[in-house]
Nanobody
Framework: QVQLVESGGGLVQAGGSLRLSCAAS????????MAWYRQAPGNERELVAR???????DYASSVKGRFTISRDNAKNTVYLQMNSLKPEDTAVYYC?????????WGQGTQVTVSS
């Protein structure tokens, strides 16, 4: 059974930084492109960043230049380094497989950016 566990969120002032982690178990992590998503209250879940099995990356325009996604296949972990945070980045952040997301999502990690 696949399990995704996100961590690293918190409360930060605008302009600050956070590093999120997502540990995957129960699957061959290195076989998949992975992604970070976020969902703010009242909004649909949206794609933030993705990383291929080879390490190529792509970002939503709203976070490009501020966020960096990376992966460590040996640790079955994907990361999201978030810099220059803005209040509009406030959301619950989730990771999942990019193509055909696993049905079971993790609990997410709350990121709150104060102005």
């Amino acid at each position: 059974q696949v399990q995704l566990v996100e961590s690293g969120g918190g409360l930060v002032q605008a302009g600050g930084s956070l590093r999120l982690s997502c540990a995957a178990s129960g699957t061959t992590f290195s076989n998949y492109a992975m992604a970070w998503y976020r969902q703010a209250p009242g909004n649909e879940r949206e794609l933030v960043a993705r990383i291929s099995t080879a390490g190529s990356t792509d970002y939503a325009s709203s976070v490009k230049g501020r966020f960096t996604i990376s992966r460590d296949n040996a640790k079955n972990t994907v990361y999201l380094q978030m810099n220059s945070l803005k209040p509009e980045d406030t959301a619950v952040y989730y990771c999942n497989r990019f193509y055909n997301p696993f049905r079971s999502w993790g609990q997410g990690t709350q990121v709150t950016v104060s102005s």
